[in-house]
């Protein structure tokens, strides 16, 4: 490493063995044929110290799985349980990925690298614990097109084709294999704690509740630890489905096992960008009754939260652990309100008037008149500010309450920067992601896959800073 070239100290910090080998298990990363460095994200790994790696000492590390200095010295699988779309499931637990490494933020925050594909665990079953290609493409492209429009999301911090043919049902088949490598804050989930509860581990339930408040909360551990953290998860999660709402984003599968506890957004499988605001649209094939539709999101984490509460039963009273849950909804209310004012980039007024034009705002955009994308560009800092495509549309009588309601409004960030006078939006619906994927399966062609990297992260600098952490 180049300790020049680095942005903060690499300061290693395997805080998970605190917790002892009931929660984990000590693992090998496969041999894979070929370890082919296909994406590097060198302003996430700057933010852990590790941008000084070249790219042979990368690939040792993220695609061979040689340990950092003072780092875990064997990768973990975490043990875990979890509801998914609402039934119970106690084979869960990483089947095809570990906890690589632990170390310090720029912040000081505690950080994991965690990898997606990287080889069979005890938790496989009877998967390949492999990852497809295709798969680690899209999970760069969400992950990405997330952070620059304000989502509190993992980071995809590495890719790297494997050489291995895969054979999937739900795509054409043999495919291209890779392993990943992301970024985030801790992998503690709610399918963690209900483990513990499934099992009757008091003693690791314990362990884990002064974990999770010491590591990841600054709080201490007492009688009502169980309460205090539940009111921090709830905290934290609450503005995740009003972030995806205005990033007009559907994440598919939002299982107790895929909620983090800290609220930040993670693994993308069948996630998809709505063209229109429609309640109704899913991402996931499978998603039958429509349980995690776009409209229906913020229900589902509270689903999930409350599960959190009945595990944390069985160490606390339910009247401890209720009025922590209480205050989902106007968590949520408030984060809505901020999030939608963010994006459309204009200043707050005040409740009543922030929620007037909120209101305004949904009832115009769920006639499907005009895409969320093409709408929030338009109408950057409140103000129509060129002609549009849609102008035929604004002008009609279902955006009279919005045009009035925004004409108060001020705008909350510069719009000097260049995107702004760009023709359309940068966007991420599905055609575009499968062009950018043809690209690379029929031609081995990356160029795309870098520009939209390059075009994605030019939206964000013109969005600026979000209502809620996006960066390590």
């Not at 690298?113 to 492209?141: A, M």
């Not at 993670?266 to 039958?288: K, N």
Request: proline content about 6%; hydrophobic content about 40%.
């Amino acid at each position: 490493m180049d300790s020049a070239r680095q942005a903060t100290p690499y300061t290693p910090d395997t805080a998970i063995l605190a917790l002892g080998d009931t929660m984990y298990d000590p693992v090998r990363a496969a041999d894979f044929p070929q370890t082919i460095l296909r994406f590097r994200n060198d302003r996430a790994a700057a933010s852990v110290g590790l941008d000084g790696l070249d790219d042979a000492e990368w690939i040792a590390h993220f695609g061979r799985f040689d340990p950092l200095p003072g780092n875990l010295i064997q990768p973990l699988a975490l043990r875990y349980h979890g509801h998914q779309f609402r039934i119970y499931n106690p084979d869960l637990g990483d089947g095809r990925g570990f906890l690589f490494a632990q170390m310090r933020g720029a912040d000081g925050r505690l950080m994991d690298l965690g990898t997606k594909g990287s080889g069979q665990t005890p938790w496989s079953r009877f998967g390949d614990g492999r990852l497809t290609l295709k798969g680690g493409v899209r999970e760069i492209l969400a992950t990405e097109m997330l952070e620059a429009l304000g989502v509190n999301t993992s980071k995809t911090f590495s890719l790297i084709e494997t050489g291995e043919a895969l054979h999937r049902g739900d795509e054409p088949s043999p495919t291209r294999s890779a392993v990943m490598v992301r970024l985030s804050h801790g992998h503690i989930r709610i399918g963690s704690f209900q483990r513990l509860a499934h099992i009757g581990d008091i003693d690791g339930m314990k362990r884990l509740i002064a974990y999770t408040l010491d590591r990841y909360f600054g709080d201490t551990p007492g009688e009502d630890g169980a309460a205090r953290l539940l009111a921090h998860v709830v905290r934290g999660v609450a503005p995740l489905a009003p972030s995806y709402i205005a990033a007009g984003f559907v994440h598919g599968v939002l299982n107790t096992d895929n909620i983090n506890v800290t609220g930040e957004s993670f693994d993308y499988g069948p996630w998809r960008f709505t063209p229109d605001y429609d309640p109704a649209f899913t991402a996931a094939y499978f998603d039958h009754q429509g349980l995690y539709a776009f409209g229906r999101q913020a229900e589902a984490i509270h689903w999930d939260v409350i599960q959190l509460a009945v595990a944390l039963r069985l160490v606390a009273d339910a009247e401890t652990l209720v009025p922590a849950i209480e205050p989902y909804a106007e968590h949520y209310e408030g984060a809505l309100i901020r999030s939608l004012l963010w994006r459309l980039g204009v200043a707050p007024l005040g409740d009543a008037q922030d929620k007037a034009l909120i209101g305004a705002m949904e009832a115009a955009l769920m006639t499907g008149t005009v895409g969320i994308d093409r709408f929030f560009f338009d109408w950057a800092g409140g103000d129509r500010r060129a002609p549009s495509p849609a102008d035929t549309h604004y002008a009609a009588s279902v955006f009279d309450d919005f045009r009035q309601a925004v004409s108060a409004y001020s705008p909350a960030r510069s719009l000097d920067h260049p995107y702004w006078a760009d023709e359309a939006p940068c966007s991420m619906h599905i055609d575009e992601v499968e062009a950018i994927w043809a690209r690379i399966a029929d031609a081995d062609d990356w160029s795309a896959l870098d520009d939209k990297v390059v075009a994605i992260r030019r939206m964000g600098a013109a969005m600026g800073q979000a209502p809620y952490r996006t960066t390590p």
